[in-house]
């Protein structure tokens, strides 16, 4: 519901800018005009032709990074897997260690308020929201160690490899996507998230709790922190037909203490009088905050429908990565069409409107959820757009959110006037060669502007009309003729 909101709301804003737009995108002539002048309107249509391809990456910079494996029987397979940096904030300690109501006010005694002076275990909390693909398909995630700082690539293409070799597993779980293990009314509250363990080894609660002691200087910054424990590696290693949205990635160690004193120091005691004395839990955490780096690679094995490339009569738009479409905008076409006529005194490109046409989605993994909107983008400015956090402008970029008209069987992306991207390469090139991109674009419920346009990077697919049923470009123009 809320996206349909989202797609009704980014149609109104299109619709607006187009109506206010259509006088003065198509300065080619005044855009003053006495309503004695003798003008002409005519039209024509444009048959696009339009191909698939696989972009080498994608840029994503996500703070939900995918975690798993999905197998669509008919766009192919995906594999995801994500490393993180956590943060520690400065000053970071176990406090029972340090207590001074403790048996022993001693950090340098074995016998500290720390039951077995150690940290009884350590948990790597992976927190999703959502899961796709089959709910109760068995998968198995593993955790590595980070081996070496962590580059700024945010291309869905990184190779982990420099930064995890030697692999060090840090520990391993199996999962479902339906959380089996809690019971449906605590799955059913509003407040519950699901989430994955996988408990630590030994070394990693250990090599913690000696820093804290001995070496309590690297948790003086970030900087600091990051040399002794990189981040983690989260890999799937078994499974295939579930794929985890991650909110949050956490490691959680937890400790006891044992107190018989208050803090002065004077012994406790019961309602008798008798020595008394009690044992608290404890639980600290480090986490990936919007400050670290986090990093999401992608894998699609796709080509195995070689097909998809060379296919007539659709092409093809997956996500996350996959396949993107290009159509060909033939501005050098729309300009000879516009100039065509050498007795008129005045020339005017009212419109080059494209709406992108969709098939029917099928009850596949991905396809079932077509993406929610669409970039239209030079294909060579594709990269550059996300990495400049850029929004559409209507000149070199354009956003259409996804329409379904259910009873007429129409599906369609609109990407509204093309006017400017016509006028704008017309000198340059004779094809506008534009990339169609699935994006997810965040939008001011209140102003109605919208906020930022990312990759989408959930599992999602849309098959698009080409070939035989191919895309059609539709222009308006006026010329104003002698009297």
Known sequence: MQNMKFNSLLSVILGIFLVSCDDDLTNIGSSIRPETDNLVVKSATFTLASSTFVPEAIYVRTSTPLLGELNDNFYGAVRTDYMAQLYARPGFDFNAVNSKDSVIYDMSNPLDSMINNSLDSA?????YDKYFGDSLTPMVVSAYKVQNQLPRDFYSNVDFTPYVEPLELLGSN???GKDMTVSDSLRGTSDYTPYVDIKLIDEVKDSFLDKVKNDPSVFDNQSSFEQFFPGVYLKNTFGNGTMLRVVNTYIVFFYRSYHDRKVDGTP?????????SYITNHS?????????IQLNSVKNPLQVNPDFLTNDSSTY????????????????EVMEELNKNTTATAKYLNGLTLSVRAYKPVDNVF????????LLVQKNKMNEFFEKNSLPDSKTSFIAAYSSDTVNNVYTYNFGNLNQLAISLADSVDLAEMAVVPVNATIDQTYGSILQVANYFYPSAVTLRSGKNAQIAKMVYTLQMPK
């Open 317 to 332: 738009v997956t996500a996350p990565g996959g396949y993107f479409s290009q159509i060909d905008i033939p501005v050098k």
């Open 268 to 276: 406790l005691t019961g309602s008798a009088g008798q020595d008394s």
């Open 174 to 176: 199996g999962y479902t």
């Open 284 to 292: 600290k955490y480090i986490g990936v905050t919007p400050d670290v």
């Open 367 to 374: 396809s079932a959820t077509p993406p929610p909107y669409m």
């Open 123 to 127: 948990v790597l909390r992976i927190y």
